[in-house]
């Protein structure tokens, strides 16, 4: 039997970390402190998975492309930040269902995003937008672009339905679900079309997901976040380039997390400004809008090389 007021080692542990604790972080600081210290840490683990990425797939074979300025660059960029965001968001995940969410939206959208960097070089596999792809199906020849837009959608299907529901009634869960997936898939979408030019999408992106991490839902988005920000420099020196791979993984995650964080009403607003958006893109070249922007353009060229090397 313990005697009365002795203290066991268990109790003396926790007084010993309770008074580094109240040391480290003073009392008035301490609970936003300990708040963000775990987005502090998955932004660390999204920088070293990203990283480690980067390097195991240094050289490898049937990666490399010609960016717009003729430079050779190499798609690994993509893959990497594909798994490393997609396991720090589960990893970050506040529940098993949207953690399994979260791997079926990245992983999903980067698989289909990687093989149509991979096939669609080939012959007969070249379409320009949605409409080209419909136009080649309709002749017979089904693109690699036309698989990842059917890969993109079932992702983001999938991954909006095992997203916790916010509605008992079953209409208005089947409601959410399908907006869910097109905010997934919308957002996805989106951040490839902005991937033309070094840093650019990932620029967005980190500018969208960064005020969101804050929040029950903000620890899904916090290993993506530093993810993109591990292969962002790379992107900006033209080293690497996220592709189609790269980018429609990193949308799908943006949009699990903002669908994660809204409800009916939520999603059909971001629903409606990502189609509205889609569509502005198939009339108005972003790139256009940007450079004559003189505010976008100075962000859009913010640590770009402007020099490459040959």
């Known amino acids: 039997m313990i005697p009365k007021g002795y203290d066991t080692g268990a109790s003396l542990r926790w ?19 300990r708040q963000h210290l775990p987005r ?9 998975a990203a990283r480690a990425g980067l390097l ?10 010609t960016n717009f300025r003729g430079r050779t660059v190499s798609l690994s960029g993509g893959p990497a930040l594909a798994l490393a965001a997609s396991a720090t968001s589960a990893l970050g995940a506040p529940s098993r269902a949207s953690a399994s969410a979260a791997l079926v939206a990245g992983l999903g959208a980067g698989s289909v995003g990687l093989y149509d960097d991979v096939v669609g070089r ?41 997203l916790p529901p916010r509605n008992r ?27 033309l030019r070094p840093g650019r999408a990932a620029k967005v992106a980190l500018a969208v997901a960064t005020p969101m991490l804050s929040g029950p839902t ?33 949308g799908a995650l943006l949009g699990v997390g903002l669908a994660a964080r809204t409800g009916t009403a939520g999603r059909a607003a971001v629903l409606a400004g990502l189609v509205a958006l889609t569509a502005a893109s198939e009339k108005v070249s972003f790139t256009k809008v940007i450079d ?3 505010a976008l353009r100075a962000i859009d060229q913010l640590g770009r090389r402007s020099n490459p090397r040959t």
């Not at 502090?40 to 070293?48: H, Q």
């Not at 012959?123 to 792809?133: L, N």
């Not at 900006?236 to 592709?243: A, K, P, R, T």
């Open 15 to 33: 007084r010993a970390t309770r008074g580094f604790v109240g040391a480290v972080f003073p009392r008035r600081c301490a609970p936003q402190s």
């Open 40 to 48: 502090v840490v998955l932004a660390g683990v999204g920088v070293a």
């Open 56 to 65: 195991a797939l240094r050289g490898a074979r049937g990666l490399d492309r």
């Open 122 to 162: 080939r012959p007969g596999q070249q379409a320009k937008g949605f409409r080209g792809h419909v136009r080649a199906l309709r002749e017979g020849r089904v693109t690699s672009g036309l698989v990842k837009v059917a890969g993109v959608g079932a992702a983001a299907l999938i991954a909006s339905a095992l």
């Open 169 to 195: 009634s079953p209409f208005r869960r089947g409601v959410d679900v399908l907006l869910g997936a097109g905010v997934i898939a919308g957002s996805a979408n989106l951040v490839n079309l902005l991937d």
């Open 218 to 250: 903000g620890t899904l988005l916090a290993g993506p976040v530093g993810a993109t920000s591990a292969v962002l420099p790379h992107d900006l020196d033209e080293e690497v380039m996220l592709g189609d791979c790269g980018a429609n993984a990193l």
């Open 292 to 294: 004559s922007t003189p």
